[in-house]
């Protein structure tokens, strides 16, 4: 489709630090359809799974979408291995829940995921902007291996924490939960962090009437996250987490004006604590008397979210 943008107009850069997972997978679908941002580079953790599904199920996920966009491989376990690690079986054994996708046979990125977010963020010229939906340890092995790279950042958007509650504990989320210091070094970076928590996450649900609008759509895309939402939909009534897009709302933090409203507090990650550990605390009563680091996302809107997802798709149908 011929561009109809100014020709000085330059497309967003965006990279996706994920562990693909069902709801990660929805984010990638609609971060490659999402308007004005093209997906240079898709990085891959373990946390819903092993790093070899997680690699695989990304890489099988864009090239049957028909991207050519580079997926490499990251870290498989925390930069602190305490042994306790596990996946997230609401994803399913594969990470992908019922969902069978072709095997494209492929092969991944000739970097590892920490040198090919360095790569991608030179050839950005300080423009990158990364969405990352999983433990933050790839994002801070690059920090570590490449301390240019959080001034080289224009902004990190993370799926994780929360200011109050946790869903693998009381008080810690998931992806945080993983890898503590890795949250630690990512807040505490410099690079300009956006944290979509459990606060906005937990509301962002799916139902019903939303998936057959996309599977309305007819295309790849569209029957990859249809398909999804029905499996997410049959864990529900079986007792399990509901259709929540806390993936695909980070990403929409990024790539929807209006979607996400932040507030900036002063933010750290827990490393030690027994019964708070992997908590993100959030000082949004300044008492630390630290500077504030990170945007966190204090509302979203429903309606704007759930609007930006089926353009997304419904973009899929026209490129
Ligand atoms: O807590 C939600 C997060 O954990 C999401 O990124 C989901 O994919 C799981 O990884
Ligand atoms: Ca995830």
Redesign the pocket.
């Known amino acids: 489709m011929a561009d109809c943008r100014p020709c000085e107009y330059v497309m967003r850069k965006i990279l996706m630090d994920c ?1 693909v ?4 997978a929805i984010a990638i679908t609609a971060a490659l359809f999402t308007e004005d941002a093209e997906v240079v580079a898709v990085t891959a953790v373990f ?2 799974t092993f790093v070899e599904r997680t690699a695989r199920n990304a890489l099988n996920l864009v090239r049957h979408l028909g991207s050519s966009v580079p997926v490499a491989v990251g870290a498989s376990a925390p930069l602190k291995d305490r042994g306790n690690i596990k996946p ?1 079986v609401s ?1 399913g054994e594969s990470g992908l829940g019922t969902v069978t996708l072709p095997d494209c046979g492929g092969s991944f990125h000739s970097l590892n995921a920490p040198a090919a977010i360095y790569e991608a963020a030179v050839k950005a010229s300080g423009e990158l902007e990364i969405i990352a ?2 433990p933050l340890t790839n994002i801070a092995m690059a920090f570590l291996l490449y301390p240019e790279l959080p001034s080289m950042i224009r902004g990190l958007y993370i ?2 924490g929360a200011i109050d509650g946790g ?2 504990t009381r008080t810690a ?3 945080t939960w993983n890898d503590p210091e890795a949250a630690r070094i990512a807040f505490s970076s410099g690079a300009p962090c956006f944290m979509t928590g ?1 606060d906005v ?1 937990r509301n962002t649900i799916l139902n019903e009437d939303d998936a057959r609008a996309v599977r309305g759509v007819g295309t790849k895309a569209a029957l990859v996250v249809a398909d999804i939402l029905d499996f997410m939909f049959a864990r529900r009534d079986a007792g399990g987490e509901d259709a929540i897009m ?2 695909a709302l980070a990403a929409a933090s990024a790539l929807c004006p209006g979607c996400v409203e932040f507030r900036e507090y002063y933010v750290d990650a827990e490393c030690e604590g027994r019964y708070t550990f992997g908590h993100t605390f959030v000082d949004t009563r300044g008492r630390t008397g630290n500077k504030p680091n990170v945007n966190v996302a204090v509302a979203s809107s429903l309606p704007t979210f759930k609007r930006w997802l089926l353009e997304c798709i419904e973009r899929s149908a026209r490129v």
């Not at 997972?21 to 990660?24: K, L, S």
Request: aromatic share 4%.
């Open positions: 562990d997972g069902t709801d990660d946390g819903n997230d994803h939906t999983a799926m994780g869903n693998m989320e998931f992806n459990l996450t806390h993936d």
